[in-house]
């Protein structure tokens, strides 16, 4: 069992190439905490776009993107090209 199966507004992903846990799911109405770590020069994830926002991912520093999530459903984000997604749920 996954240590992100539980609804957690605090998540951790780790960007080795993909991203990990790819899909994971947060609450509304209380504060979250998403933290991506790129680990790899692989691949084509050196920028992210989450909530529409683009940011660079230097290697093995943590970019937090602090947000309150009001609306349930399904969010995308990918890398700086559009290239590689995943996807949060807003529960
Ligand atoms: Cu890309």
Redesign the pocket.
Known sequence: MSLFSKTSNTVEVTVDGDYSPANFKIKAGEEAHVTFTRTTTN???EEIIFNGEKRALPLNTPVTFDFTPTEKGEITYS??????HGKYTVK
């Open positions: 691949g084509c994830t890398c700086g090209m559009d290239m590689i």
